[in-house]
């Protein structure tokens, strides 16, 4: 879950940077792929919601 939470840091502060590097790892040509606003803005969503999930792992863990 830590992993979970540092992608989700990631996708949160730096949403464009994070689809960049994970479209050259996906698609074969990634020059090609564009992405609108709307998926940016998914992105910071999926991003919160990843750090939400690590940081209620972490609490689960700590409470043991």
Same mark, same amino acid.
């Given at each position: 879950m830590?992993?979970? #939470? *540092? +992608? #989700? #840091? *990631? +996708?949160?502060f730096f949403?464009?940077? !994070?689809?960049?590097? !994970?479209?050259a790892l996906t698609y074969e040509q990634p020059d090609t792929v564009t992405w609108n606003d709307g998926f940016i803005a998914a992105v910071r969503g999926f991003g919160v919601l990843y750090l939400v999930l690590a940081y209620s792992a972490f609490k689960k863990r700590r409470s043991r």
């Open positions: 830590n992993l979970l #939470g *540092v +992608a #989700g #840091g *990631v +996708a949160l949403p464009k940077q !994070s689809l960049r590097f !994970s479209t």
